[in-house]
Each structure stands twice: as C-alpha cells, then as structure tokens.
C-alpha cells in the first residue's frame, strides 16, 4: 500500500520558516516526480513546488521562488520543503503529491493527507 505522509505544519509568525517533510512508502519512486501542492480556504489546489526522484529538476510557482527550497533524501524515501520569508498568504493546507514521470500534475497518482500552515500576521 503506497502512503504519502506530510509532517511538520503548523503556526508561526510572519517571515518565519517551516519544513515540511514527506515520507514515501510502499513502491518504488524512481521514474516519478514529486510534488507539493497547497489549497487555502475558498481558493483552487495549486501546485507549489516539484522535484524528480532522480535527477535535479526543479519546479516552483512564481510566489515562492527565492522563498521555498524542495530537495529529498533517496535514503529515506522522503521529501522535504523548506519555507522561509513565509507570508500570511501561504496559509493554506499542504499536500504531498507523486506523479510518474511525464505525465502532469492534472491527477496525481498519489496523495498525501495533508499539513496545515498557518502563517500569522
């Protein structure tokens, strides 16, 4: 059974710093990509950041970059994100999502749970 689980939400102040993690289980990830995504009350998922399992191909939504770091650690099936600088506008819920690679990022194969980031004013 493949299970994606995030830790490491919570509160913190503005231009504060979190790290979420993202443990991966179940299969194999080599040959796909892995995902943050994040949806705040009344606002549609978006894709936040995105990593290969191999390789060193990035990708960031534009009100992050500079901001947020995405990385793994192959020897613990597990990916991180990194959040500094952090805004009142990132509160939303954070998800871990995998995809294989390819393919977009429309329908992940693979879900998280979810982590919630609050970030106070």
């Known amino acids: 059974q493949v299970q994606l689980v995030e830790s490491g939400g919570g509160l913190v102040q503005t231009g504060g710093s979190l790290r979420l993690s993202c443990a991966a289980s179940?299969?194999?990830?080599?040959?796909?990509?892995m995902g943050w995504f994040r949806q705040a009350p009344g606002k549609e998922r978006e894709l936040v950041a995105a990593?290969?399992?191999?390789?060193?191909?990035?990708y960031y939504v534009d009100s992050v970059k500079d901001r947020f770091t995405i990385s793994r650690d192959n020897s613990k099936n597990t990916v991180y994100l990194q959040m500094n600088s952090l805004k009142p506008e990132d509160t939303a819920v954070y998800y871990c999502?995998?995809?294989?690679?390819?393919?977009?990022?429309?329908?992940?194969?693979?879900w998280g749970q979810g982590t919630q980031v609050t970030v106070s004013s």
């Open positions: 990593i290969r399992w191999s390789g060193e191909s990035t």
């Open positions: 999502a995998s995809q294989k690679y390819g393919r977009t990022w429309n329908n992940p194969e693979y």
């Open positions: 179940g299969r194999t990830f080599s040959g796909y990509k």
